[in-house]
C-alpha cells in the first residue's frame, strides 16, 4: 500500500458528520507512515495526568478551542501540542467518519500522512509514550476481542483490539475500524 494508493481512496471520501448538541467538539490526527513497504498507524498512550481517558490508547488530538477557526485547526495544533509534528510535517489526505464517545466528545478524524522517524517531542503532562501499529495487524481475528461497555443504564457491545500488550477500544478504536473497513473495500487489505 503506497501513499498515492491511500490518497487517492481518502481524498475524495465523503466523510459523516454527525451533530450532537451537548456534545464538545474534538478532532484527532490518525497518523500514518509507511516502514518495510507497510503503513502504520502512531497512538498515543495517554498520561494518568489528563482529565479525561486516563492511561487510554488514543489518536492525538483534543478540544477545539474557540481561537480555531476549524476542526482541522484543531487536530495540527493539538498533535503539536501533544508530540510535537510540525504542521508542515503532516499531508493531510483526508477525514473520517465523526464518531461519538461516551463521556460526551464528537470527534473528527483527520487522515494525515507523516516520516518516520520522527524527532517527536512529547508532552509528558499528556502523553506517557507512542504506541506504533502496522494497519495490516489489525485484520488478524486473534487481535479483535469482544468488549462491552456499560454507561450506567446500557450495556453495549463495542470494538476492541488487543495489540502487543495494549488495547485499543472506544472511538479511537471505532475510527481505525471504519478506516479497516474502507481498505478492505478497496482491496488494500485482505479479508480477515
Not at 508542515?88 to 463521556?103: A, E, H, K, P, S
Not at 494497519?135 to 450506567?152: E, L, N, P, T
Not at 470494538?159 to 495494549?166: I, K, S
Request: with cysteine; net charge negative.
Amino acid at each position: 500500500m503506497t501513499e498515492q494508493q491511500l490518497t487517492s481512496i481518502f481524498s475524495d471520501y465523503p466523510h459523516r458528520s454527525l451533530t450532537f448538541p451537548d456534545g464538545i467538539r474534538a478532532a484527532v490526527l490518525c497518523p500514518v507512515f509507511i516502514q518495510d513497504n507497510q503503513p502504520h498507524l502512531l497512538f498515543i498512550k495517554r498520561s494518568q495526568q489528563v482529565k479525561h481517558h486516563k492511561g487510554e490508547i488514543s489518536f492525538p488530538g483534543g478540544i477545539k478551542e474557540p481561537d480555531d477557526r476549524s476542526l482541522l485547526e484543531t487536530c495540527l495544533r493539538e498533535t503539536m501540542e501533544e508530540v510535537g509534528i510540525q504542521q508542515q510535517d503532516i499531508t493531510i489526505i483526508g477525514r473520517l467518519d465523526d464518531v461519538d464517545t461516551t463521556t460526551g466528545f464528537l470527534v473528527s478524524p483527520f487522515l494525515g500522512i507523516i516520516s518516520y522517524p520522527y524527532p517527536f517531542i512529547l508532552n509528558e503532562q499528556e502523553v506517557d509514550h507512542l504506541v506504533t501499529v502496522p494497519i495490516k495487524d489489525f485484520i488478524d481475528a486473534s487481535s479483535q476481542f469482544d468488549f462491552y461497555y456499560f454507561d450506567g443504564r446500557h450495556l453495549m457491545p463495542l470494538v476492541a483490539y488487543y495489540l502487543g500488550g495494549q488495547v485499543i477500544w472506544g472511538a479511537t478504536a471505532r475510527i481505525v475500524e471504519r478506516l479497516v473497513t474502507l481498505l478492505r473495500q478497496h482491496n488494500l487489505l485482505p479479508a480477515a
